[in-house]
Nanobody, 112 residues
């Protein structure tokens, strides 16, 4: 069984920055597959924010391009999401995913 544990969420003012972390652990599964960050705002569907392959290739939602950076440390089985120039519309619960497993989510609130 694989476990994904997110951390780093919190309250930040518009224009601020946060870095989320997702640590993967477990056995019997490829811990080096593509890892994703999703988010879900109240009343909205969960959406893909960013993805990173084992080799480091990345993809981003248009809404976060230029502001968010996804990275991973394969030795630590950890993926990161660096978020800058945060906007109120970035407020959501952020989840990491290593198919088919999901983390429990971490709340990010952007508000003055």
């Amino acid at each position: 069984q694989v476990q994904l544990v997110e951390s780093g969420g919190g309250l930040v003012q518009p224009g601020g920055s946060l870095t989320l972390s997702c640590a993967a652990s477990g056995v019997g599964f490829n811990l080096y597959g593509t890892m994703d960050w999703y988010r879900q705002a109240p009343g909205k569907q969960r959406e893909l924010v960013a993805s990173i392959t084992r080799g480091g290739s990345t993809n981003y939602a248009d809404s976060v391009k230029g502001r968010f950076t996804i990275s991973r440390d394969n030795a630590k089985n950890t993926v990161y999401l660096q978020m800058s120039s945060l906007k109120p519309e970035d407020t959501a619960v952020y989840y990491c995913k290593l198919t088919p497993y999901w983390g429990q989510g971490t709340q990010v609130t952007v508000s003055s």
